[in-house]
């Protein structure tokens, strides 16, 4: 459906992390109307909440936080008492991993079907990526083809013969393809957080930050955010990096 600029409307879901940042860039440079939708779900902290509130600002689009509470469910590293894993770099996604929230996907993507089908948005873009990621099951190709056949029956909208349709444009890019379009789309990265934990400055050691530095590095470019420790395949790159 169209706005009254013409424009078609999109819900472009947010977490301040690199991919979803990354996509919001990438869904406006399409000409899409955007709202960014987030969530405060009862994750470890909200650090990542103020960088969606700072990414959405600077591209001066509708923001939405939904307020749920997955607390209540637990199950995960980032709602329950579980600690966060150190893994090495080469065994992060060969399993699913303590940080996995338990249907976490579904019951956000039910939300933007919800807010697509009242604000008249056709898409629901999420960052999700089945590449370089920590093993989610919720990730997978096949996953948003079952989810895209499900909401197709499951509105009033689409049972009248409109399509709201579940897209994840950066599926299946490497963590370094993404860079690269954050670049190429001048997407603010420092203002973007990816770290499981909430500190000042990103712990460096988890499996977010560790995926995020490799992107950067097989990218060849530099994270712009501060790190409490980075993992030595990072450190190195950086001292060659300054060689040239």
Not at 111 to 139: H, M, R, W
Not at 185 to 201: A, D, H, I, N, R
């Amino acid at each position: 459906m169209q706005s009254q600029s013409g424009r078609v409307k999109a819900v472009s879901l947010l977490s301040g992390g690199l991919d979803s940042s990354t996509l919001l860039a990438y869904v406006i440079s399409l000409g899409y109307e955007v709202v960014a939708l987030s969530f405060d779900y009862g994750q470890r902290h909200n650090r990542e909440l103020k960088s969606a509130e700072k990414v959405a600002a600077y591209y001066k689009v509708q923001h939405r936080i939904m307020k749920i509470d997955l607390r209540g469910i637990g199950g995960s590293a980032l709602t329950d008492d579980i600690s966060v894993p150190n893994l090495p770099l080469n065994e992060i996604g060969k399993d699913i991993p303590v940080t996995y929230v338990p249907a976490r996907n579904t019951i956000l993507l039910s939300i933007g079907l919800a807010l697509a089908e009242v604000t008249g948005a056709s898409k629901i873009f999420i960052g999700a990526n089945a590449l370089d990621y920590s093993g989610y099951p919720d990730c997978r190709p096949e996953y948003f083809e079952s989810i895209n056949r499900t909401f197709s029956i499951a509105t009033k909208r689409t049972v009248e013969g409109e399509s709201i349709q579940v897209e994840a444009p950066l599926l299946r890019y490497s963590k370094a393809e993404i860079v690269k379009l954050a670049v190429k789309l001048q997407v603010p990265l420092e203002l973007t957080w990816s770290c499981y934990q909430g500190g000042e400055k990103a712990c460096g050691v988890c499996d977010s930050c560790k995926l995020r530095l490799k992107g950067f590095m097989e990218a060849g470019e530099e994270d712009p955010i501060e790190y409490e420790n980075l993992p030595d395949f990072y450190s190195s790159y950086l001292r060659t990096r300054k060689k040239y």
